[in-house]
């Protein structure tokens, strides 16, 4: 088994869920689960270049969280265009970003130290501007942007799919 082990197990409980439910290997089932593992995928691209490059990163869920509260509050709660909202998420990733990469690199801050600070400050941060809720309504064009599809299958999963290959060039 040696290096191999992990996807050995992954394959043997694939083949045990495929026994015991009659629904796990459908083609519905598949793609739900990989429609749910878009945005894990996502962040595990990027972290692979952190971590290949000796760093960590804690922070990742928090900015994701702190990104979101602040376009979608731009969006609903200050009339903005969703372009806005999308992009002041994106400025908002990289800001938080830079932040990190300023503490390890200048500073000389560990990565564990400065992104577990970023973590703190990030969660605390969309957790007050939410008031620990979501952010309603969603406006239909993002609904039906992350919820298109080709032949059934969600765009979010080729997206990524691409994604993944790009990075491993």
Not at 92 to 118: E, R, W
Not at 136 to 151: C, E, R, W
């Amino acid at each position: 088994i040696g290096a191999q082990g992990l996807l050995v197990v992954v394959l043997l409980f694939g083949v045990l869920l495929t026994f015991l439910s009659p629904v796990f290997l459908t083609t519905v089932n598949l793609v739900n689960l990989l429609y749910q593992c878009t945005i894990l995928g996502v962040f595990a691209i990027g972290m692979t270049f952190v971590i290949l490059t000796g760093g960590i990163d804690v922070s990742v869920g928090s900015t994701a969280a702190l990104s979101s509260v602040l376009s979608m509050g731009m969006i609903v709660n200050m009339d903005m265009p969703p372009a806005i909202g999308l992009l002041t998420g994106l400025v908002v990733g990289a800001g938080v970003g830079a932040v990190n990469g300023l503490m390890v690199t200048k500073l000389g801050i560990s990565p564990l130290i400065a992104t577990l600070a970023t973590l703190s400050a990030g969660s605390g941060i969309a957790f007050a501007y939410s008031d620990g809720g979501n952010i309603t309504p969603v406006p239909k064009v993002l609904t039906d942007m992350v919820s298109a599809k080709i032949a059934g299958i969600p765009l979010l999963i080729p997206a990524v799919l691409v994604l993944a290959f790009l990075a491993h060039l």
